[in-house]
């Protein structure tokens, strides 16, 4: 079984949801923040992949209580089954730059993005640590997580460094005493999907502008060189196949159909460079000698 959050939109969970099923055969349990998602989730996998079972469930991943919740429900719908893979995957991101970033878009952000994977690890990993059988953790951080923060995602980027270290630090507590359980890290260049909107309309939820009930799909994005999430669903379970802890799913064929790649692995090159040559590309760089010396106006 496959168990995923931040499924119920169009985005990077759905293909995810997808290729498990639809591909792997596994069942699947899609989580997303209202009914709604999770239902339409549910009934399009249910149509498309007969075969298997497939579950959706309404879950605040900010929620200790909801993933305890979660993890008691999909016991009793899949009773004896075991679980081979967990992605905690949902995420919010609001673009703007540190100067003019509102401090409840960084809540919200370091709440589901940061504390949902760490909510999300301590909900599933017990579990997946008292299987006999090998299984797989990711959480879904972006290249975002491994590059230099740049202008306007910085409470994004901030959050994605975090989930980054996050994982890190799991693998090696689980490296020696749970050496069945695989920890991986999920980065993704460009991945269609509505992950704007989404993020707006769950912030208007939660400020009460917005029912629940309201909430439809946020649909898929519009950038023509992103990858399909399902696409970029073969790429994520090829990564797992290899064993690859940092999963850097870059838009490269045969994962897209032109030649124009994010380039994800020399953007990360570059930030380590810089640090092992003490470069900085900063465009008005602050030398130690300008510190406390006059500004030119
Ligand atoms: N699309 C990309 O190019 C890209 C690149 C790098 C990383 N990511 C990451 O991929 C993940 C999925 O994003 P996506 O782009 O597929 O967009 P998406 O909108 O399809 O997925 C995000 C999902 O998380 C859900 N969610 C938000 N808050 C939640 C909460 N508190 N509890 C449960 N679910 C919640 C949303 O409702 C939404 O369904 C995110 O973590 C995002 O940061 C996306």
Known sequence: MAVITGA?????????????AGKLGMHVVAIDLHESLVHSAQERLRQQCPQVESF???????????????????????????IGAVFANAGVMFSRTVLKSKPEEWAATLNVNILGVVNTIQAFVPILQSQAFNSIFSATASVGGLVRGDHGGASYQASKHAVVAICESLSFELARKSPHISIHVLCPCIVSSGLHRSS???????????AAGEVVSAGGGDFALAMTPDRHA?????HIADGNFYMITDNIRPYVDHDKPFNGLEIIKE???????????????????????????
């Open 8 to 20: 119920g939109n169009d985005g990077i969970g759905w293909g995810l949801c997808c290729h498990a």
């Open 234 to 238: 073969e790429q994520v379970f090829d």
């Open 56 to 82: 959706g469930l309404v879950c605040d991943v900010t929620k200790p209580d909801d993933l305890a919740k979660c993890v008691d429900n999909i016991q009793s719908l899949l009773p004896g089954k075991t």
């Open 200 to 210: 707006a309309v769950n912030q208007k939820v939660s400020e009460g502008k917005l």
């Open 271 to 297: 930030r380590y460079d810089n640090m092992m040559h003490s470069h900085s590309t900063t465009a008005t760089p602050l030398t130690r000698s300008l510190v406390g010396q006059p500004r030119q106006l």
